[in-house]
């Protein structure tokens, strides 16, 4: 009874359909359904597996690895499988773009491993800046990531015109060049703000939120663009300089100051006692260590004005703050005043002695140091 039924069975599977017979169609039908459930289960194994390791780790090479494998695509999968069932087959009209269709799935899949990594990179350096400060640069870091992947899609189609089509992209690629050199002298000021840009992302003189100064310009950094970089003044206006301008200027970032370098002058009269004005500086000194974050560096008779003599002195803020400094220094000005008036120590008022020769008489005329008095 068995005999009959298999023979029917034997003959249909012998029966040839589009040159090949239905055990060959059957047989790489499942062969591609076994293909395709192999490399779904190897990918999620291994992703799981290195994933699990990488959570271990601190090296972020591994945690790139598991983002590039998660990028494989399930249509890729079935067509590499397709590809390898049914390329045993008999196909004269379709079997010669099986090889072609091969290399264009592997190029496309290799174009999505790259951009994983791109964007894992882009993603890696934008979680390392954690304040408002330090995610400066966020747009040129995305447009970094943007410009990888054009560059990696043009290999990509390049490789693929001539591995697969078999064009000779030689002369394209020349054509584009000569093109490519004639745009960028065309926008060369354009090119030139873009290359800074990516001199102030990967150089870091400044960033988002760090208060510098460009020549007369004192401000804050609100936005560092391609081209241009908006600095918010302390005056109030939006002032907006060329990449490649603010580059060539001579920059002062005050926000990386540890500390803060004050120096004043007291001017007293030249008439103040010898004694007295030996014991100015000591004063001085006593004043501004009893400051509070101010390190003491020195106070000295140091020279002989048009209106007096001029007492020096120079002390270290041990913070950046501009808003501490003046309140140090309007504490040390109000101090000097109180002590000099207890002790009877004037400034000295600007001053200046003119000689005048008449024809009948020679006049002295002085200027005096202070005002006088009813």
């Given amino acids: 009874m068995i005999v009959p039924i298999i023979a029917p069975i034997s003959e249909l599977l012998n029966r040839e359909f589009f040159e090949n017979s239905l055990r060959a169609w059957l047989t790489a039908g499942i062969t591609t359904v076994v293909m395709f459930v192999i490399l779904y289960v190897v990918r999620n194994v291994t992703a799981s ?72 990179w882009v993603k890696h350096h934008l979680d390392k800046r954690t304040n408002v400060a330090e995610r400066g640069g966020v747009a040129m870091i995305n447009a970094m990531g943007i410009a990888a992947k054009a560059v990696l899609w043009i290999l990509i189609v390049i490789t693929a015109l001539h ?13 584009l060049g ?14 030139g703000d873009l290359l800074a840009a990516l001199a102030i992302v990967f150089d870091k ?27 918010r ?35 007293v009269p030249f008439d103040t006692p010898a004694e007295l004005l030996g014991r100015l500086p000591s004063t001085i000194e ?18 002989f004005g048009e209106s007096g003599v001029r007492i020096e002195t120079v002390y270290y803020v041990l913070d950046p703050d501009y808003k501490l400094y003046m309140d140090i220094q309007q504490a040390i000005n109000l101090e000097i005043f109180k002590r000099f008036s207890g002790e009877n ?14 024809p009948l008489a020679k006049e002295v005329a002085v200027t005096p140091q202070t005002p006088p008095t009813d």
């Fill in 49 to 120: 597996r290195l994933g699990a390791l990488a959570a271990k780790t601190t090296n972020y090479i591994d945690d790139m690895v598991v983002d590039i494998i998660a990028a494989t695509r399930k249509w890729v999968m079935l067509a590499m499988s397709i590809l390898v069932g049914f390329g045993a087959l008999e196909l004269p009209h379709v079997g010669q773009f099986f090889a072609p269709a091969a290399k264009l799935v592997l190029l496309w899949q290799i174009a999505i491993w790259g951009a994983a990594a791109i964007n894992f």
């Fill in 163 to 175: 591995s697969v089509f078999g064009i000779n992209p030689t002369p394209w690629i020349t054509g």
């Fill in 178 to 191: 000569v093109s490519g050199i004639a745009v960028a002298l065309a926008v060369q000021n354009i090119l």
């Fill in 205 to 231: 003189p400044f960033d988002v939120g760090d208060s510098i100064g460009v020549d007369q310009i004192n401000g804050t950094v609100e936005h560092i663009g391609l081209k241009t970089t908006r600095i």
């Fill in 233 to 267: 003044s302390v005056t109030g206006e939006q002032i907006i300089i060329g990449n490649g301008d603010l580059l060539k200027s001579r920059l002062r970032n005050f926000r990386r100051m540890h500390q803060r370098r004050a120096l004043f002058n007291v001017d």
């Fill in 286 to 303: 006593g004043i501004v260590t009893a400051q509070k974050k101010v390190k003491f560096d020195r106070a000295h008779v140091a020279s």
């Fill in 345 to 358: 120590v004037r400034f000295a008022m600007p001053s200046r002695t003119v000689y005048h020769e008449g």
